[in-house]
């Protein structure tokens, strides 16, 4: 079954998804992208996730080589082959709450808040985050509850989202 | 002689019983020792091994020494001046013992500062391995060839101390000469590919191919790219066998180092000087 991306062979706790464009917003100003994001596979026994096998590992350093993090690397690249059902896009509303106009060209998205769903025609649908800049180089990422994408129908719950929280301080 | 010594313990009794009081005494708090040092391996706190290990023999000394001193009381040793008598002892002693002084001050300045701990991946000078111990006095690393190195913890502070578990990512540097009539463009594109198709190069900070040098025997390229700290051999490792394939597989040449030989004609009957244009070899670098 698919699954949202897990930490791989690093066990790492975080997804750093690059946009294609860098985003600017305006003080003040929200906005949203879609982003496709890889998913995994999650063997199960029964109903009991046995483990999770990545697909298209890749990892990116976020931040300074002794303070940052190891993520989970997605961008258009590592995603344009997959077939359908391995990925997804994911909505990330933008937020600047700042003084100035902020350029957003990633975000760090926390891994244990992302839940997925099963839309009506077996599509899986990503929980969203919300980035909030607080400055030029600060910003808090949360995952939220309900699907990126709004669909007919329902959908059914295959992995529990989260509500988590990763503070990017090292740049945007 | 039995009536003798018979008689010295009755005249004596005082005396003896002081001296065993203080003996007593002396194991009595040695074994206090052992005991009140226990708990502190136990604690519910977060310590380094290295430091609960040092402060375990601190507290041991210092209940040992508090032993000692009240035997000598006990024995009726005046502290008083048993203590000005170590104020000068300790001076003189400091003095001829600068270098074990020296240590055991380094090793609280290691312990404190957190420069290295148990289990790190070290280069101390030329030497590079494990540590294994953090003392006091010494700090044992135990050598990538397996052999234990045992360095004075005042040379671990006066050396430079390369710390690679200090890192989540390292870069790694590869050098690879393509011949003059290979495509280096398509060498670069090659190599970017190989790059971008491995799990273990991070795809940030991203990877660069510079165009490094025109070298007496190929075009050099320098690679360079980012691994997580714990796969770093093995990901420098894969990269260069696959960039080594994927160029073969291209058809682009890495060369060897070559020479050119230029004959140059004079007169018919006259000897041939034979012109050798030696490049100075550079070694294949990868």
């Known amino acids: ?53 990545p697909i298209r590992p890749k990892y990116a350093l976020y931040g300074p080589s002794d303070l940052g993090d190891l993520c989970r690397y997605s961008s258009s690249d590592i995603v344009q082959d997959l077939s359908p059902c391995l990925r997804t896009p994911i909505k990330i509303r933008l937020s600047n ?23 009506p025609e077996r599509m899986p649908l990503i929980t969203s985050a919300k980035l909030v800049t607080h400055s030029l180089s600060y910003a808090e990422v949360t ?27 090292y740049g945007l | 002689m039995f009536e003798e010594i018979t008689n010295w313990i009755r005249e004596n009794a005082y005396l003896i019983y002081r001296y065993l009081a203080a003996v007593a005494t002396v194991l009595v708090f040695y074994y206090a020792s052992k005991i009140a040092s226990r708990p502190i391996s136990k604690l519910k706190v977060e310590m380094r091994p290295e430091v609960v290990h040092n402060l375990e ?25 048993f203590l000005i008598a170590a104020g000068f002892t300790g001076i003189v002693i400091g003095l001829a013992a600068q270098q074990t002084l020296g240590n055991f001050f380094a090793g609280l300045a290691l312990l404190l500062e957190n420069r290295i701990k148990v289990g790190d991946s070290v280069r101390i000078g030329n030497d590079g391995g494990v540590v294994e111990y953090v003392g006091i006095m010494s700090t044992r690393v135990r050598l990538w060839s397996g052999e234990v190195l045992t360095v004075p913890n005042s040379s671990v502070m006066g050396s430079s101390v390369y710390n690679f578990s200090r890192s989540i990512a390292r870069r790694a540097e590869i050098n690879v000469g393509i011949s003059y009539e290979s495509d280096v463009d398509k060498a670069v594109r090659v190599i970017r590919e190989v790059l971008r198709k491995s799990e273990l190069v991070l795809a940030e900070p991203e990877p660069s191919v510079l165009i490094d ?74």
């Open chain 1, 1 to 53: 079954m698919p699954h949202p991306p897990s930490g791989g062979k690093y066990g790492v706790e975080c997804l750093l998804t690059k946009f294609y464009n860098d985003i600017y917003v305006l003080p003040g100003e929200a906005t949203s992208v879609y982003q496709q994001v890889p998913l995994d596979i999650g063997l199960y026994c029964g109903n009991t996730l046995v483990t999770v096998v």
């Open chain 2, 213 to 286: 040098s025109l070298g007496d025997n190929s075009v050099n390229l320098r690679v360079l790219f980012w691994a997580p700290s714990q796969d770093f051999w093995a990901a420098r490792s894969f990269v260069i066998k696959e960039i080594k394939k994927a160029l073969e597989a291209e058809g682009i040449e890495i060369p060897l180092p070559q020479r050119v030989v230029r004959l140059i004609e004079q007169a018919r009957n006259q000897v041939l000087p034979v012109e050798t244009k030696s490049r100075s070899s550079q070694d294949l670098q990868h």
């Open chain 2, 57 to 81: 023999r601190g507290v041991r000394a210092v209940v040992l020494v508090i032993g000692v001193l009240t035997a000598l009381s006990i024995v009726g040793i005046d502290l008083g001046g």
């Open chain 1, 143 to 169: 995952t939220e509850l309900l699907p990126s994408l709004e669909v007919e129908g329902v959908s059914k719950l295959l992995v529990e989202p989260s509500i988590a929280t990763y503070i990017m301080r």
């Open chain 1, 97 to 119: 709450i700042s003084k100035t106009v902020v350029r957003v060209t990633k975000a760090v998205i926390p891994l244990k808040g992302l839940g997925l769903y099963i839309s």
